[in-house]
């Protein structure tokens, strides 16, 4: 099965960016190559897509940059497969996600839940990307999507307002439903206040909120496989 961030990088450089086919297989072979190196330093064991920690993509890409064999080698092939890894970062950074406000709907697809259950740690919980986490906000620009004048502080680690990734339908509820729940058409951006009030607030000002989030987004869930009713999605939400 295709990892998830594969799929969505695919369609990102097809529909969003408009890159023709070839050039699209230009850019995944170079990374399918940059997998094969990362496998054979026993770096990784899977694909370089299966990395959702966005630091560790960075680690990965600075030790490779730093490797006489792979310097040869991306010499030997015109720079093409560093070019690919750069490309595909600013892709996970989410650095051409700003303002994608209409663009971003071209991605919504229902996607097969990668694992049969959740992973174990020290408490069982369903994998999520933070890769997706960082796009959302991008995507917002790094504005609330409840009231876009909320105001927070700028974050050190981004120079951008703190926000918020959300999922709409909560991850832990993903046993309940055929498709994934953590897609772009589920993950919306918030402030810390909403965030924390959507979670934790008044009853009758989550549902409120809850049908905004509805209004915003059900279409797209949609397209994504996750179909559910108005007061479904509020009722299912608010019994946790």
């Known amino acids: 099965m295709e990892p998830l961030l594969k799929t969505y990088y695919k369609r990102y450089l097809s ?10 297989k230009h850019y995944c072979d170079a990374l399918n190559n940059i997998t094969r190196h ?32 792979f310097i040869a080698q991306n010499k030997k092939g015109n720079q093409m497969y560093s070019a690919g890894l750069n490309n595909y970062v600013k892709f996970a950074e989410g650095m051409n996600f700003l303002g994608l406000h209409h663009d971003i709907a071209k ?6 839940v990668i694992a049969e259950e959740p992973r174990r740690y020290e408490i069982q919980h369903w994998a999520r990307s933070d890769i997706l986490r960082e796009q959302t906000l ?13 105001q927070t502080f700028v974050a050190e680690r981004t120079h951008k307002p703190y926000m918020e990734s ?12 055929p498709y994934s729940l953590d897609v772009y058409a589920n993950l919306i951006c918030l402030c810390p206040v909403c965030h924390r009030k ?19 987004r059900h279409e797209r869930m949609a397209h994504s496989g996750l179909e559910i009713g108005k007061e479904e999605f509020a009722d299912l939400i608010l019994k946790e």
């Open 198 to 216: 959507i979670h934790y607030g008044l009853r009758d000002e989550r549902r409120e909120m809850l049908y905004e989030v509805y209004e915003k």
């Open 166 to 177: 959300h999922h709409a339908i909560p991850i832990h509820l993903q046993g309940r439903f």
């Open 15 to 24: 529909e969003v960016r408009h890159l023709k086919s070839s050039t699209v």
């Open 38 to 69: 990362l496998q054979e330093m026993k770096m990784i064991e899977g694909s370089i897509y299966d990395i959702s920690d966005l630091h560790q993509l960075k680690d990965l890409r600075a030790i490779l940059f730093d490797d006489s064999s």
């Open 107 to 112: 991605l919504d697809m229902p996607m097969p």
């Open 138 to 150: 991008a995507v917002a620009d790094y504005h609330c999507e409840m009231d876009g004048g909320h």
